[in-house]
């Protein structure tokens, strides 16, 4: 019963990293995304001035 419960534990733990780095990664993801869409936007505004 004991062996369950900590096989419980550590999958659950497991499901919590997992979800914790998956969404640390999409954050990284979408800041890396309007980081290039903001350098095109500024790229983009600077062919238009020249």
């Known amino acids: ?3 369950g419960a900590s096989q419980f534990t550590l999958s659950a733990n497991q499901v919590f990293i ?6 640390f990664d999409l954050s990284i993801f979408e800041l890396v995304n309007a980081l290039s869409l903001e350098a095109g936007l500024v790229l983009m505004d600077n062919k238009i001035m020249n």
């Not at 997992?18 to 969404?23: G, K, P, R």
């Open 1 to 3: 019963m004991v062996v």
């Open 18 to 23: 997992n979800q914790a780095l998956l969404s």
